[in-house]
């Protein structure tokens, strides 16, 4: 490794490389060929910069488990060549990506960036350059040899925050990420100032990378009225393995004697269902109002205040490693890399 900081942008797409299609005037991915001599800015870093670019390019609304394994490898293959990566990717599914990338990434010791664009960068008042920018200079940076954030995040908009805790909360604003039950990991003004407190600690130990996904699960998202033939097609879909259950505000839902005893079929079937909150903070508290007593009478976990992108992407990957659905019951209750607030 050279005693320059050495980063590698890793291009997948989304808006921030997208071009205007000239007959139908929507947004489309584009190949760059050369990411760096499109912003020439880059070459001001005293840097090694390399990129790799994922061909095709894509919307990240077609991001999939395959193509977070194929993230993954390339950040695997060069890991010990490069002191940071930063990965360009659509903001739709931004926050999906990085949490299946806390959990494939195991032992990162390297910063592992996410970042992205509301306009593209060939457009004028494009929100990419700035974002790019500071995302290198996020992932080059170290203090006595070790790097500043040696996580998975996403930086969008002056903030940067961990990955896993991450949600889109709006489609047009620059701002479009937040990270509700956990403070940011750094801001960037005249400085970049860390919150060194709040960012994950380097263990130093070999990476890791654990690709398996089992994508049989889905969120069942409540609302009043809902039916219960809905509820029972749902549960009962072929091959199901585990339901996230969105619920009302601390982790409530419909107390009526139907659907909890939907529920505790499908737990007696060996099913998992974790209950997740609607609302964009906070946490589950089951137990606290009626509604929610017998949903934890019956075996529903908490996901207490973790987001439903990240209780996606733990499912998929605690199901896709663990035999035991005991086990994967209990490490649903740990946070495995920063992912939920324990205590
Ligand atoms: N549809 C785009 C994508 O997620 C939106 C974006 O990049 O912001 O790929």
């Not at 007959?23 to 760096?36: C, E, M, R, T, V």
């Not at 960068?121 to 500043?148: C, H, Q, W, Y």
Request: glycine share 6%; proline share 5%; with cysteine.
């Amino acid at each position: 490794m050279s005693s320059k900081p050495s980063i590698l942008i890793i291009y997948t797409g989304g808006t921030i490389g997208m071009i205007i299609d000239q007959q139908s005037g929507a947004l489309k991915p584009y190949n760059f060929d050369n990411l760096i001599d499109y912003i020439p800015t880059l070459k001001l870093y005293n840097y090694e910069i390399d990129s790799y670019s994922f061909e095709p390019s894509m919307d990240s609304s077609n991001m999939n488990p395959e193509m977070w394994s194929k993230i993954a490898d390339v950040i695997e293959t060069n890991y010990e060549k490069y002191d940071g990566f930063v990965v360009l990717h659509g903001s739709d599914t931004m926050a999906f990506t990085a949490s299946a990338l806390s959990f494939m990434l195991q032992n990162l010791n390297k910063p592992v960036i996410l970042t992205g664009s509301q306009l593209p960068l060939g457009m004028v008042r494009t929100d990419g350059r700035e974002n790019l920018l500071t995302s290198v200079e996020i992932a080059a940076a170290k203090e006595d040899e070790t790097p500043v954030v040696p996580e998975v995040c996403v930086y969008f908009e002056s903030e940067l925050f961990r990955g896993n805790r991450t949600h889109k909360f709006n489609a047009q604003n620059f701002q479009a990420f937040g990270s509700p039950n956990y403070p940011a990991l750094a801001h960037a003004g005249v400085y970049i100032d860390y919150n060194r407190n709040a960012i994950h600690k380097p263990n130093f130990k070999k990476l890791k990378v654990i690709r398996n996904m089992n994508c049989n699960i889905t969120v069942l998202k409540l609302f009043p009225g809902i039916t219960e033939n809905t509820v029972q097609s749902i549960l009962n879909a072929d091959g199901l393995k585990a339901v996230i259950l969105e619920t009302f505000g601390s982790g409530n839902a419909p107390n009526y004697p139907w659907f909890i005893d939907q529920l505790k079929k499908a737990i007696d079937k060996n099913k998992i269902i974790l209950n997740v909150t609607q609302c964009q903070s906070g946490m589950v508290e089951m137990g606290k109002y009626e509604t929610s007593v017998q949903l934890k009478n019956i075996g529903v976990i908490s996901g207490r205040d973790i987001t439903s992108e990240a209780a996606v992407t733990k499912l998929m990957h605690l199901l896709g490693n663990l035999e035991d659905p005991e086990e994967v019951r209990k490490q649903l209750q740990n946070s495995i890399v920063g992912e939920m607030t324990v205590n």
